[in-house]
């Protein structure tokens, strides 16, 4: 358990020496897709590789809009290159490529607020309960296997499609020291 840890990294200490204590943390910049704004991507990169702290940027690579709108804008990130860029230029300042999803968004449903890709769940059924708190009820209808691996096919497609690199299946700044 957690207490004998404890125990254990004592007695550790006591038979050699104080253990250098390391901070662990990564910065991940979420919902980065194709109607980000490329000035703003190239801001946040350069104020974090400036102060060495390392990011990963998780990108979804298809918009889609509002439920509410009659013809739902989409949009694809190799239809925007200023973005594509700017996710490039991310990168090469330090940044970690993440898949977070495809659309970012579930369908032609509200899950829970508008349709709207970075504003909803994929992959997830939720709703507001009375007090407007987020209630997780489970995999969103349809959330199988098959039908994630899918999902996860189509957005390393639209990733391939616009020009980036192939994320790596589990961040490299991520893993545990086990």
Request: proline fraction near 8%; aromatic fraction near 8%; glycine fraction near 10%.
């Amino acid at each position: 358990g957690q207490d004998r840890s404890f125990a254990v990294a004592d007695l550790m200490a006591g038979l050699l020496g104080p253990v250098p204590y390391r901070h662990r943390a990564i910065i991940r910049l979420e919902d980065v897709g194709p109607m980000s704004d490329p000035a703003q991507l190239r801001g946040v990169a350069d104020v974090l590789a400036a102060n060495g702290v390392p990011f990963a940027v998780g990108v979804y690579p298809r918009y889609v809009g509002p439920a509410s709108q009659h013809a739902r804008q989409r949009v694809v990130l190799a239809d925007r290159p200023a973005v594509v860029e700017a996710i490039k230029y991310m990168l090469a300042k330090g940044g970690t490529l993440v898949l977070h999803g495809y659309t970012r968004q579930f369908g032609g449903t509200r899950n829970p607020t508008s349709g709207q890709s970075a504003q909803d769940y994929e992959f997830y059924r939720v709703h507001f309960n009375a007090r407007h708190e987020l209630v997780y009820d489970g995999p969103a209808d349809g959330n199988s296997v098959a039908w994630t691996r899918h999902r996860i096919g189509l957005g390393l497609a639209a990733i391939r499609a616009a020009g980036l690199p192939r994320p790596p299946p589990r961040c490299p700044r991520c893993r545990s020291a086990s």
